[in-house]
Every structure is written in structure tokens, then in C-alpha cells.
């Protein structure tokens, strides 16, 4: 399963960009009229609204590394077991982790939710 939305250069048929955030299939994916924004809709009907401006490398890693605490957020609940996430994630370079390591304290203070106490505690 990919998760990601690919954005493609449909003349030279290159990709562009590759969005990760989905914690399931991606269904439907849209551009905004103005092609800044694009909204993508995955299994279990999360909606991701993402930045489609083109891309410089620092512009990339952020995007990558917001990416990443995402989908790692989505699935962990602790914020050390996103830290071991993205310090055991083969699939991304070492400037992308630092990144996601340096943007990781606002991230987690701004998005991450809660734990509810489980009942009867």
C-alpha cells in the first residue's frame, strides 16, 4: 500500500512530487482552481488539503518531513515512539530527519492530541 500522492509533469512525465500523510489508500485527489492547493481523500475518509506550489529542495524536505510527523502522529500516541519513528525510517534521507526532528517540538504541541485515560482509571 502507497499512501502518498504523486504529482507528475505530464509533458516529460516526470514526477514531481511525492505527498506522504495518508494512513490508507488515497480514492480522489483535486486541485484547487487557483493550483496551489490540492485536497486528497484516503480509506477511512481522512481529507488532506497540501501545498502544490513547486518545489525547492528546502520547500521539499519540509513538506517530506511534515509528511512524515503526520503519518507518524496518526499512528503513535507517544511522542518518544514518533522520535523512534523517524529515527528508524529507512525511507528518507538524513536532512529530511533532521528536519522532522527539528520541527517536531511545535509540530507535537500544536497537533498532537491527548491520551484519554482508559475508563475506570
Excluded: C
Aim: proline residues 6%.
Amino acid at each position: 500500500m502507497d499512501r502518498t500522492v504523486r504529482i507528475w509533469d505530464p509533458i516529460r512525465g516526470q514526477e514531481l512530487q511525492t505527498l506522504k500523510g495518508h494512513d490508507n489508500w488515497v480514492y480522489a485527489v483535486t486541485f484547487h482552481p487557483d493550483g496551489m492547493r490540492l485536497a486528497s481523500a484516503g480509506a477511512g475518509g481522512k481529507l488532506l488539503v497540501w501545498d502544490a506550489r513547486p518545489a525547492d529542495p528546502e520547500l521539499s524536505r519540509q513538506r517530506e518531513a511534515l509528511g512524515l510527523l503526520e503519518s507518524l502522529d496518526s499512528r503513535y500516541r507517544s511522542k518518544h515512539k514518533v522520535v523512534e519513528g523517524i529515527r528508524s525510517d529507512k525511507g528518507i534521507t538524513d536532512e529530511v530527519r533532521q528536519e522532522a526532528l527539528s520541527l517536531l517540538e511545535a509540530y507535537w504541541q500544536r497537533h498532537a492530541k491527548p491520551v484519554q485515560p482508559s475508563p475506570g482509571h
